[in-house]
C-alpha cells in the first residue's frame, strides 16, 4: 500500500468531520434564506479549510501527537485552527460570490470572538470524531500499520480508563 493511501486513510475521520461542520453551516445559511450560492459558498470556503485542519487533528491523533480522550489538546488545537479557517471563509466566500477578496474590518477582533466560538467546535468536534476514527482505523488497520497502532492506542486507553474505574 502506498504512504498517500495510509496517509489518506488515517486523515479522512477529521478530514469528514471537518467538511461536515462546513456543510451544515452552508445548510444553516440556506435554511434562514440566504441566496443557494451563498449556501453554497459557505459550505465550501468553510468546509474545506475544516476538512483540512480536520484531517490534520486526524494524523496527530493517529500518530501519538496529540493524546487520546483529552479535551485539552483539540481545544488548543481548535484556538488556532478554527479563527483561521473562519478567516478563510469570511474572505473567500465574498471572492467567490464575486465581491473580491475581504477581511473583516476589526481583524483581532473578529480572531478573538472565534477564538472563544472555537471550543464550543472542539467540543462537536471531538466528540463526532471520538466515534469515527476507531471504527474507520480499526477497518483499514490490518493494512495500514499507523492506524492499527491508533487502535491499540485506544485499546490501551479504554483498559487504562477500567483499571481507574
Known sequence: MSNGKRLLELVLPGA??????????????????????????????LGIPLAVFGGGYSWLLATGRVRLGGFAPAALYWLVAFPVARLLHEAMVHLVLGGGFTLPDDILGFLAYQGIVSAGFAIGFLWLHERLAPRWWTRVGPNNPEAAAAVDRYLAHARTIRRRA
Do not use: H, I, K
Not at 18 to 43: D, I, K, S, Y
Open 16 to 45: 469528514l468531520t471537518g467538511f461536515a461542520a462546513g456543510v451544515v453551516a452552508g445548510g444553516l445559511a440556506a435554511v434562514v434564506g440566504q441566496p443557494a450560492g451563498w449556501a453554497l459558498a459557505t459550505m465550501l470556503t
